[in-house]
C-alpha cells in the first residue's frame, strides 16, 4: 500500500493550492485521514483529519482557510488551502490511521508561500 501526494508547489501569500493523496492497494479498517505539516525546525502537527464517521477537525491555525474532503471512487483524499500565509511552509504528509494496521504515511510534498 501507497499514498501518494501531489499539488504543492510555491504561491504567493493569499493564493490557493489543493493537495491530493491517492492511495494505492487496498487498506483495511480505517479510522481517519489526515494531513500533517512539518516546517523546518518544528514538529510535525496535525493539520486536518477526517474520520470514516464524518467527523472534521482542523488545526486552530487554519480553520475557515483549509477544507479535507474525500472521493472514495477515487481513493483520493484532499486538502484545499486558500488564503495561505507564510507560516503555512511546510512539507505536508498524508496519513491514514488504522484500528488494526497502525499508520500509513505518504512521502510528503513541499508547500512554500511567499510573503
Known amino acids: 500500500v501507497q499514498l501518494v501526494e501531489s499539488g504543492g508547489g510555491l504561491v504567493q501569500a493569499g493564493g490557493s493550492l489543493r493537495l491530493s493523496c491517492t492511495t494505492s492497494?487496498?487498506?483495511?479498517?480505517?479510522?481517519?485521514m489526515s494531513w500533517y505539516r512539518q516546517a523546518p525546525g518544528k514538529q510535525r502537527e496535525l493539520v486536518a483529519t477526517?474520520?470514516?464517521?464524518?467527523?472534521?477537525d482542523y488545526a486552530d491555525s487554519v480553520k475557515g482557510r483549509f477544507t479535507i474532503s474525500r472521493d472514495n471512487a477515487k481513493n483520493t483524499v484532499y486538502l484545499q488551502m486558500n488564503s495561505l500565509k507564510p507560516e503555512d511552509t511546510a512539507v505536508y504528509y498524508c496519513?491514514?490511521?488504522?484500528?488494526?494496521?497502525?499508520?500509513?504515511w505518504g512521502q510528503g510534498t513541499q508547500v512554500t508561500v511567499s510573503s
Open positions: 492497494g487496498i487498506i483495511f479498517s480505517i479510522n481517519a
Open positions: 477526517m474520520t470514516t464517521g464524518g467527523s472534521l
Open positions: 496519513n491514514v490511521r488504522t484500528d488494526y494496521f497502525g499508520d500509513y
